[in-house]
């Protein structure tokens, strides 16, 4: 197998991976609810007369309340976050044509990178570089399982729509600034691997290489992804993308993800761990929909980072600024999880 070629953007992020635990961002979506938003914040002129409901569409606000995302990306920066994801979990054609805005994708991909970009350029100081994540989320259709009960064969996208939705979706992340991609939420390996091929076709088209990180969602105490395939089979189904990092993240929580993350982080010896899981199970009658408070997040990511799980850590679902701050606090004593990776070592002699 070839080295990964030299990364053209986010050159310091495997350097800084093998030094410290780094801190991704929390939920967008549960900030976001408490700007109590209407129906017009999801609207502008160009919308004004648009058939469908808008309210919802959260990647639409980096269009419409631009103002409200830089202020959530703001708050996660300053809890301590080292990577910010972009708003753009469902910015994809695919998923836009749900409110009838598939025609938009590309800008809303390219408006929210601009965005996280000027905010992490905002924070950013030499000792402790800000990285934006470009967000591919897994889109709200699977290659792999029929939506009809019925007919097992039955399919209602291809490889080839979701290739093209998310080389799409990248192209714009890529002009917009990202410093790497992640693709996240992953419930269908086949799709997956869809954005894979298509992040692969669009660095060899541009000459430009940067970090991928692949996140997968266990969604039943089977341990086992939506289209069936264990942590295990998952992995191997993905490596040879060669990720900067594979993890877990949303679904379950982390007491209910660990025996997950720690196997994942056995199998996977070449390659980083990402984990940021929910604030735990769902709760309609907590602040945040979940049952988590900071502290209790923080010391079952602590409890990770003692046991030697992690490099990459941070919050999906329920999660804040809060809780990212604690998480922030209490891994920041302990080393990260070390990496056999004699082919990309190269790559953190190169950013050193």
Known sequence: MKPTPAYTRGAALPAILAQRIAIIDGAMGTMIQR??????????????DHPKDLKGNNDLLVLTRPDVIAEIHGQYLAAGADLI???TFGATSI????????????EMNVAAARLARAEADRHSTPDKPRFVA????????TASISPDVNDPGA???TFDQLRDAYKEQAQGLLEGGVDLFLVETIFDTLNAKAAIFALDELMEETGERVPVIISGTVTDASGRILSGQTVGAFWHSVRHARPLAIGLNCALGAALMRPYIEELSRLADDTYISCYPNAGLPNPMSDTGFDETPEVTGGLMEEFAKSGFLNIVGGCCGTTPDHIAAIARRVSTYRPRHRNDPLLSHLVAQAA
């Open 134 to 141: 470009g967000a591919l989320g897994p889109t709200p259709r």
């Open 85 to 87: 994801e972009t708003n």
């Open 35 to 48: 700007y109590k938003l209407g129906e017009a914040d999801f609207r502008h002129e160009g919308l004004k």
């Open 155 to 157: 399919r209602n996208v």
């Open 95 to 106: 998923a836009q044509e749900d409110y009838g805005l598939a025609h938009l994708a590309r």
